[in-house]
């Protein structure tokens, strides 16, 4: 059966490593035995955390949560081929990556929960995450944007002699963007050492993938930027890995950019707020649910040897004793302070906004709600 | 007559106007089956269908690019742009196209479109689903903005809006989608453009607000009530063209003015209806003008209810200006 969400004309056009039953039908990447379990454990820990904070959205812990479950592989397996020193440009769903890169759990945690420890000052809403550690830019909802940004990026690492590839992270939906269009050719023009990774979920909150472009496939785009393209099987985690690797080896070796497709499925609705059954039938979501990414590698990696059966239960069961210790230690935050409201527009915060801010202060006080720490700017 | 929410309100005000008109049509990013993500126009596809009321690829710029060649060429388009933070990306279209065709074709060529879309704060959503960024469009020739805080209002404005000969944006204020109710009529009606409407007469302090401080501004009022001051609210709902005269009006019966709007404040609206009383009725004003807005900032998160004016900011404003 083809996966009518994706573009590809039928699936075997896809780069596979796994196949749906978890066999091997292409060469194995170069990962060690330790590396392919990690590459097994971060997916479930992205799998186990959406579950939590799904958990807490229903208890009104969190405002808003969307998931990347049944998208795992397309996310780990792909942003595992990037070096430390690499940027990883985020879309919507790649929180994730994020946290195999280096974003500790707990300020992933403190995002969702917008408080006191978030980076951000919880001045963004939920699910927006960064770490600058592991050279992860704060996003914006604003779709689209990120594209040009990371091809930027690049353009200043060849600049300045840096060894560094940008791999920029978009949806299907976005590559209707203009922010697509004008970073697919920059990069193209300027031989940008970047690497477009459109993960195709199938939807765009609701529009259907087909309804986003008439192209054959998504891929078929890099044509006419004067990139190469591959269409991958986004729920097989290796073939993600391998593709991306090689479309980074190539960008690394000044060869140019290139676009990465990963074909998989949003399991859920497009975020907490969405009820997808007003316009997708349970019959398209039934095919996918035997594709699932990890139950894919679990499957392979059990065959190999490598992991015992039931294993996969036990690592859960840590995940989430991992992660609720860290929800634990997030909920009893410090209050955001105020002052958080004028700071961060400017290097300094300017003198009309230390008096907007005074004033409203002054407002406050006078209801004896103004706490230490929100205290007054000196005019 | 039904008493429904505003949101019912945009909807049944679509659906009448496609009733009517042939050449009107609802387009953008999940309008279609999902019926908007607000649900704005929730059952118009199954109503009218795919060809009447519809889903574009994601692309704002696209949506009123494409929106101003069908008003040009005989249509009636209602174009949605998700939330009026994404509608940047259009900001070229809007602007320097859909504001200038009648003007850069000595009225040759028109743009007779709606562009629809949710703005202001209070959802928790952050720097990019809350902005209020009327400034940007009533600083641009060309365009009416339009904005209701009732249910009465957002249907006959809607209407109105819809038959218009020039490009109106017609922003709808989420927060009261679901949050206010009112009295409706079954039929199309219209409300007249560029018409203010008085919320509640009083005679102390004139409070001008729209969109969604209208509510913040009635609770501010009850309180000054409490301490003995009456407010004078007025609706101006219909940013540009401003009804000027009844603003003066509404000015001179008090003699204090209040300006309370979510936008940040340097060059916001309020700017503009403060320069206006002070350079056409200043001597009949008793204290200073004052606005009650938002900071200087991007819209936080977390602290929200803080940047948002509430009604103790206004009430403090209202009693400033009346002890003056
Ligand atoms: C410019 C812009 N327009 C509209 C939106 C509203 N919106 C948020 S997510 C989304 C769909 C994104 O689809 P896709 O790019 O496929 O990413 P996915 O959600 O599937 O990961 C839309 C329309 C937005 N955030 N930005
Ligand atoms: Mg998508």
């Not at chain 2, 004078?232 to 509404?250: K, Q, Y």
């Amino acid at each position: 059966m083809s996966p009518t969400p994706t573009m590809s004309k039928s699936e075997l056009e896809l780069f596979q490593i796994l196949n749906h039953e978890g066999e091997l039908v292409d060469s194995l990447p170069k990962l060690s035995k330790k590396e392919l379990k990690h590459l097994l454990v971060s997916m479930l820990r992205v799998r186990c955390t959406d579950g939590r904070m799904l958990n807490l959205q229903r208890a009104g812990r969190v405002g808003f949560v969307g998931t990347s479950t049944g998208q795992e592989a397309a996310m780990i397996g792909s942003a595992a081929a990037l070096k430390k020193q690499d940027w990883l440009w985020s879309g919507l769903r790649e929180g994730g990556a994020a946290v195999m890169r280096g974003l500790p759990l707990s300020e992933y945690v403190a995002q969702m929960y917008c408080n006191a420890n978030d980076t951000a000052k919880g001045r963004q809403m939920c699910n927006h995450f960064q770490h600058k550690g592991s050279n992860y830019p704060s996003w914006s909802s604003v779709i689209g944007t990120q594209i040009p940004h990371g091809v930027g990026a690049a353009f200043a690492a060849k600049q300045r002699g840096m060894d560094e590839v940008h791999a920029i992270y978009f949806g299907d939906g976005a590559s209707s963007s203009n922010g697509f269009h004008s970073g697919m050719n920059f990069a193209a023009v300027w031989k940008a050492p970047c690497v477009f990774v459109l993960v195709n979920n199938g939807w765009a909150i609701s529009v259907p993938a087909r309804d986003q472009t008439r192209a054959a496939t998504f891929g078929a785009k890099a044509k006419a930027y004067g990139m190469p393209a591959v269409e991958v099987d986004g729920n097989d985690a290796l073939a993600c890995y391998e593709a991306t690797r090689l479309a980074c080896e190539r960008a690394r070796k000044g060869e140019g950019p290139g676009l990465v497709v990963l074909n998989t499925y949003r399991m859920a609705g497009h975020s907490s707020s969405d009820d997808p059954t007003k316009y997708r039938t349970e019959e398209e979501v039934q095919p996918w649910l035997d594709r699932d990414p990890i139950a894919r590698l679990e499957t392979f990696l059990i065959g190999k040897g490598q992991l015992k059966k039931g294993e996969v239960k036990t690592i859960i069961d840590e995940l989430n004793t991992e992660i609720d210790a860290v929800i634990h230690e997030q909920e009893a935050a410090d209050p955001m302070s105020w002052r958080t409201l004028v700071e961060d527009v400017y290097s300094e915060v300017p003198a009309h906004l230390r008096h907007q801010y005074n004033e409203f202060l002054r407002i406050e006080e006078s209801y004896g709600e103004a706490r230490p720490g929100d205290g007054a700017f000196p005019l | 007559m039904a008493n429904i929410t505003l949101l019912k309100a945009v909807n049944e005000g679509l659906r009448g106007a496609m009733q009517n008109d042939p050449s009107v049509l609802c387009f953008g990013e999940d309008v279609g089956p999902k019926g908007g993500v607000f649900l704005a126009t929730e059952n118009l596809t199954s109503e009218f269908g795919e060809g009447r009321c519809f889903d574009t690829p994601l692309s704002e710029d696209g949506i009123i690019g494409t929106a101003i060649g069908m008003a040009m060429n005989g249509l009636r388009p209602v174009a949605e742009i998700q939330f009026q933070d994404f509608i940047f990306p259009a900001f070229d279209q809007i602007v320097s196209e859909a504001a200038k065709m009648r003007y850069r074709s000595g009225g040759q060529y028109t743009v007779p479109m709606v562009i629809r879309t949710p703005y202001g704060g209070g959802i928790r959503g952050g720097l990019y689903h809350s902005q209020s960024g009327e400034a940007y469009f009533c600083h641009t020739p060309g365009l009416k903005v339009v904005i209701p805080s009732t249910p009465y209002d957002a249907k006959g404005l809607l209407i109105a809006a819809i038959q218009d000969p020039d490009p109106v944006l017609f922003m709808e204020p989420k927060a009261l989608y679901r949050s206010v109710k009112g009295e409706v009529p079954d039929e199309n009606y219209t409300v007249d453009l560029s018409t203010l409407r008085s919320v509640k007469e009083g005679d102390d302090v004139t409070v001008f607000c729209y969109g969604a401080m209208v509510p913040v501004v009635e609770k501010a009022a009850a309180l000054a009530q409490e301490k003995g001051i009456s407010t004078n609210i007025v609706d101006l709902r219909t940013l540009l063209p401003l009804d000027e005269e009844g603003v003066l009006e509404h000015a001179k019966r008090t003699g204090r003015v209040v300006i309370v709007h979510e936008a940040p404040r340097f060059c916001g609206y309020g700017s503009e209806v403060s320069a206006l009383i002070a350079e056409n009725v200043i001597e009949y004003m008793e204290a200073p003008i004052k606005r009650v807005t938002g900071f200087d900032t991007p819209f936080p998160n977390t602290l929200e209810h803080h940047y948002l004016p509430d009604e103790r900011r206004v009430l403090d404003a209202i009693e400033q200006t009346a002890a003056y």
